[in-house]
C-alpha cells in the first residue's frame, strides 16, 4: 500500500489482513500520519517513484494500492528521482489523472498491478438516496446542475466538486482540492438565499484504482461552517473517509444534508 495522509489507509491495511494479505505499507514521507508500526513499512519522499517500486518489488507484492490525501508541494521543493523525471516528461501539461495513469503503467512494467481500494474498504462507499435531512425541487434542480457541470468538466481534468447556490455556480473545485475549495467560498454564500449546494463526485473517466473521491468528517464540518447546507455525493464513486453512521449523525447535528446520488 502507497499510503497519504488520514485514517483510511491504515484501516485499509488492517481490513487487507483480515483478508489474508500480507501488507506492505510505503508512507509517503511528511504526507502519511497514521499508525503503522504493526506493518512493515518504509518512508519514501513523494518524488521517488523508482525507489517505491524497488521497495514494493523487493517485498514480494504482487498488486499495490493507493490510498490517502496527498498535499502537493510547491516545485521547487519536490526532489524526483531519475525515474520520476522520465515520467514526469510523459505527463507534462496532462493533468493529475495522467500522471497516476503513468505511474500505474510504470509498476505494471515491474508485473505490479495497481487495485482499488474499493475490495479493502467494504461499505465505505457512498449508498444511493436520502442519508439525513431533506430535499426539495429546487434544491434537486441545483444539484442536477451541478452534477452536470462537472460532467462537462470532468474530461479536462478539473475537480471533482462544485457548490452552487440559487441555480449559480459559486465555486470549482481545482488545485486546491475539496477542502481548499470550501475554505474559500464562505464570503461567496448570501446566507438569506436558498440553501447552498455541495456536489461531489468522480471526473468522467477517472480511474478510481489511482484516485478515488473521499469525503469525511472535516469535509462535512467545513461545509458547514462556509454556509453549505446540502452535500450530494455519488452513490458509489464517492468514498466515505468515517464510518457512515458516524458521519450522518454528524451531519445530523450540523443540520446538514446528505444525499447519494
Do not use: Y
Request: glycine share 12%; with cysteine; aromatic share 2%.
Amino acid at each position: 500500500m502507497i499510503a497519504g495522509k488520514g485514517a483510511l489507509p491504515a484501516t485499509l491495511a488492517d481490513n487487507a489482513r483480515s483478508l489474508g494479505e500480507d501488507v506492505v505499507i510505503i508512507r509517503i514521507a511528511g504526507q502519511a500520519d497514521a499508525d503503522f508500526s504493526a506493518f512493515e513499512a518504509f518512508d519514501v519522499p513523494l518524488g521517488a517513484v523508482g525507489r517505491a517500486r524497488e521497495l514494493i518489488r523487493d517485498a514480494g507484492c504482487d498488486r499495490v494500492v493507493m490510498i490517502g490525501k496527498i498535499s502537493r508541494p510547491p516545485l521547487s521543493q519536490l526532489k524526483p528521482d531519475a525515474a520520476a523525471v522520465k515520467l514526469l516528461a510523459r505527463a507534462v501539461g496532462r493533468g493529475d489523472d495522467a500522471l497516476l495513469r503513468v505511474i500505474s503503467d510504470f509498476l505494471a512494467e515491474a508485473g505490479i498491478e495497481t487495485v482499488s481500494p474499493e475490495q479493502f474498504l467494504p461499505g465505505a462507499m457512498m449508498p444511493a438516496g436520502i442519508a439525513t435531512g431533506m430535499l426539495d425541487d429546487a434544491m434537486g434542480e441545483d444539484v442536477n446542475r451541478g452534477s452536470a457541470v462537472l460532467d462537462a468538466l470532468g474530461g479536462h481534468d478539473v475537480g471533482q466538486g462544485v457548490v452552487l447556490q440559487d441555480g449559480r455556480v459559486i465555486a470549482i473545485e481545482g488545485a486546491e482540492g475539496t477542502d481548499g475549495m470550501l475554505r474559500r467560498i464562505a464570503p461567496l454564500i448570501d446566507p438569506a438565499s436558498t440553501p447552498a449546494i455541495f456536489v461531489k463526485r468522480r471526473k468522467s473517466g477517472q480511474d478510481t484504482r489511482l484516485d478515488i473521491p473521499v469525503v469525511g468528517e472535516e469535509t462535512l464540518r467545513l461545509a458547514a461552517d462556509c454556509g453549505v447546507r446540502v452535500l450530494a455525493l455519488e452513490a458509489g464513486g464517492v468514498m466515505l473517509a468515517t464510518a457512515p453512521e458516524t458521519l450522518w449523525e454528524i451531519a445530523s447535528d450540523l443540520e446538514l444534508t446528505v444525499i447519494g446520488i
